[in-house]
């Protein structure tokens, strides 16, 4: 969803009027009315009931004004605004590995609609992400999916599988693996703190007596990528991104025969109120 699309719809649903909508927008009726169909294209239901006069909202519109009217407003709040304070960004906990190209994508989306905004990122572990969320350390976390029996918001973005790094030319890169025994041959660089991928990992080769060597421990995935690159071993990790390659210079290998995938997604406290900023950002994630 555009939020001009959305902008549009609210000024409608309050105005009661197209013609009116457009007025207050300055924008022509048909640009106003091609954004809503457009929604309604999108969300597959009608919003107004076209008959009446005034204007009024079905079901499914009712329920869309409750969700996009906080988030136009916020926005709008911003622009009007202007820079948001040094001491008012927003704050975002995000598992090592995991920034990828999602969010600086989600980021630059943000910008150009509220130009203003301010974003910190946090990184951790999965489990300190979590207790991030929990303490109101961070707005929001990107990561997997905590389980029903954490007391958190869970709003799903995209799937994502583990996967193995390998040097460009490297005999797995021809060949993926068609075992563990496959991967555990060749020498491994595994994060030093302890991630889910890694335990996981380490499980399956315990689980079905494969011995394997570790040749690194490192603290920053960026580095284990160099090392990879360089020869030295292999790495698993949880693919970070939606659409967009996060890794550059190795080769990556899909591992979802053997190891689980994870949905990733937006993690929130369920009684912590959000920032209209923060509902913005979450909003172009979804989008």
Sequence with gaps: MDIKELRSFCMVAKLGSFSKASQGLGLGQPAVTKHVQRLEQEIGRSLFERGARPLRLTAAGTNLLRMAEPLVEGLETLVQRGPLPA??????????????????????????????ARVRVLSGTKEEI?????????????????????????????????VLLVPRGHALAKKPPKSLQDIARYPLILPSFQTQTRALLESEFRRHSVPYDIALELDSIELIERYVEMGVGLAVGLRGAKETEAWTRVVVVTLAAFLPSETVGVVRSKSLPLSGTASALIEVLKA
């Excluded at 929990?134 to 990107?142: E, P, S």
């Design 87 to 116: 001491a008012s960004p927003v704050a975002v906990g995000v598992p090592h590995g995991f920034i990828g190209n999602v969010l600086p994508q989600a980021l630059r989306d943000l910008q150009r609609s509220a130009p203003g």
């Design 130 to 162: 979590y207790e991030m969320v929990q303490t109101g350390q961070v707005d929001f976390a990107i990561a997997p999916d905590p389980g029903p029996s954490r007391s958190f918001e869970f709003t799903a973005l995209f799937p994502s599988e583990r």
